[in-house]
């Protein structure tokens, strides 16, 4: 197969990459360098450097005998997101919406998306499972469910063949070491308690340590992003091969708290990582945790580095290597 992988340069993108390469695939990476990285491209991979608001060379991209695209481009920071919902509209919506119609016009039948967790805001149940109700609590979350609609008419209208994967809490990295770029200005977890422990922050803020949780702490279900990535090469030759579209979760079912990463991670490190409780941080969940049931009997998917040692281990392998001591 001959996937296109637009975001292809970033932190998940990257690791989707390295997957299908080893999976044998052909692979084109198109991605505009905004968030996307030049380190993590691979030379067995060729690499279009174009924003997907570009529609001419997104169709030209398309048409060299893509089968797949797998689009991960889009503004992921869900506090950003609610204080500038116009950048998230134009690049999540629109860009997806050029994406979408450049598949279409290059007759490419099959695209891989990334979705979120996000779309299902605060929990009514858990583990969450595909059929919880979609309430996303913030802009961010909006946009992936309005593409998960647009996704379904496309394939209604147009037999265009989707895979939607909703992650949980993406982390980790290439556990061969063969990723190595960092993502400017992380606002998740655990590049955070990383950068505390090579002495680029002073300390982790804990938003909250009074939650209805064992420990006062959130509780995530953090996912490795190379299992994240093999799901990608699954779902791709999945819904080729039964000509049907599919949702699903990718989480490893386990929830972690906010203090058992801390704890970890000093662990494993070996630094102090100091830390502030304070606030609530608004529109957090107390509890995530996902049914990943669905990924696992359709596509034979499963987890194998989402164990937190793991998770822990190979961040701190690359934080290690590009701030060394
Ligand atoms: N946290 C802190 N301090 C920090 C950063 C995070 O205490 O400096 C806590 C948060 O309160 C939360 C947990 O660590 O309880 C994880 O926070 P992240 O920001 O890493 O991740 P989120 O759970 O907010 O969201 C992530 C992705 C979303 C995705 C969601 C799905 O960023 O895109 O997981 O579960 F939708």
Same mark, same amino acid.
């Given at each position: 197969?001959?996937?296109?992988?637009?975001?292809?340069?970033?932190?998940? !993108?990257?690791?989707?990459?390295?997957?299908?390469?080893?999976?044998?695939?052909?692979?084109?990476? /198109?991605?505009?360098?905004?968030?996307?990285? #030049? =380190?993590?491209?691979?030379?067995?991979? +060729?690499?279009?450097?174009?924003?997907?608001?570009?529609? *001419? #060379?997104?169709?030209?991209?398309?048409? &060299? $005998?893509?089968?797949?695209?797998?689009?991960?481009? @889009?503004?992921?920071? @869900?506090?950003?997101?609610?204080?500038?919902?116009?950048?998230?509209?134009?690049?999540?919506?629109? $860009?997806?919406?050029?994406?979408?119609?450049?598949?279409?016009?290059?007759?490419?039948?099959?695209? %891989?998306?990334?979705?979120?967790?996000?779309?299902? !805001?605060?929990?009514?149940?858990?583990?969450?499972?595909?059929?919880?109700?979609?309430?996303?609590?913030?802009?961010?979350?909006?946009?992936?469910?309005?593409?998960?609609?647009?996704?379904?008419? /496309?394939?209604?209208?147009?037999?265009?063949?989707?895979?939607?994967?909703?992650?949980?809490?993406?982390?980790?990295?290439?556990?061969? $070491?063969?990723?190595?770029?960092?993502?400017?200005?992380?606002?998740?977890?655990?590049?955070?308690?990383?950068?505390?422990?090579?002495?680029?922050? *002073?300390?982790?803020?804990?938003? $909250?340590?009074?939650?209805? +949780?064992?420990?006062?702490?959130?509780?995530?279900?953090?996912?490795?992003?190379?299992?994240?990535? @093999? @799901?990608?090469?699954?779902?791709?030759?999945?819904?080729?091969?039964? =000509?049907?579209?599919?949702?699903?979760?990718?989480?490893?079912? &386990?929830?972690?708290?906010?203090?058992?990463?801390?704890? =970890?991670?000093?662990?494993? #490190?070996?630094?102090? %990582?100091p830390v502030d409780v304070v606030g609530r941080r608004p529109g957090?969940?107390?509890?995530?945790?996902?049914?990943?049931?669905?990924?696992?009997?359709?596509?034979?998917?499963?987890?194998?580095?989402?164990?937190?040692? &793991?998770?822990?281990?190979?961040?701190?392998?690359?934080?290690?290597?590009?701030?060394?001591?």
């Amino acid at each position: 197969m001959h996937a296109l992988i637009i975001g292809g340069a970033g932190y998940i !993108g990257s690791h989707v990459v390295r997957e299908f390469l080893d999976a044998g695939h052909a692979v084109a990476v /198109y991605d505009n360098l905004s968030l996307g990285r #030049t =380190e993590n491209l691979f030379p067995e991979a +060729t690499f279009v450097e174009a924003d997907i608001l570009d529609y *001419d #060379t997104l169709l030209a991209a398309m048409r &060299t $005998g893509i089968d797949a695209v797998v689009h991960l481009a @889009a503004f992921k920071a @869900a506090g950003e997101s609610m204080e500038q919902p116009q950048k998230y509209a134009l690049n999540n919506l629109n $860009g997806t919406v050029n994406i979408l119609n450049a598949a279409l016009d290059a007759g490419v039948r099959n695209i %891989i998306f990334s979705s979120s967790a996000a779309v299902y !805001g605060e929990p009514t149940y858990i583990p969450i499972d595909e059929h919880h109700p979609c309430n996303p609590e913030n802009f961010y979350g909006f946009t992936k469910l309005e593409i998960e609609y647009l996704l379904k008419w /496309y394939d209604r209208l147009k037999g265009l063949r989707f895979a939607a994967l909703r992650y949980f809490n993406a982390a980790g990295y290439d556990v061969d $070491g063969r990723i190595t770029g960092l993502e400017n200005n992380p606002a998740n977890l655990l590049p955070i308690v990383m950068e505390v422990a090579v002495g680029k922050r *002073d300390k982790l803020q804990i938003f $909250g340590d009074n939650y209805r +949780t064992d420990d006062g702490t959130c509780v995530r279900d953090y996912v490795h992003v190379s299992d994240l990535a @093999a @799901a990608h090469v699954l779902a791709c030759d999945y819904i080729h091969d039964n =000509e049907v579209s599919l949702t699903v979760n990718l989480g490893s079912e &386990t929830g972690v708290s906010v203090k058992r990463v801390v704890e =970890e991670a000093r662990a494993l #490190t070996g630094k102090p %990582i100091p830390v502030d409780v304070v606030g609530r941080r608004p529109g957090d969940p107390g509890k995530l945790a996902a049914s990943a049931q669905k990924a696992k009997r359709n596509l034979g998917w499963k987890p194998r580095y989402s164990d937190v040692a &793991t998770l822990i281990s190979s961040t701190w392998n690359v934080y290690r290597k590009n701030f060394p001591a």
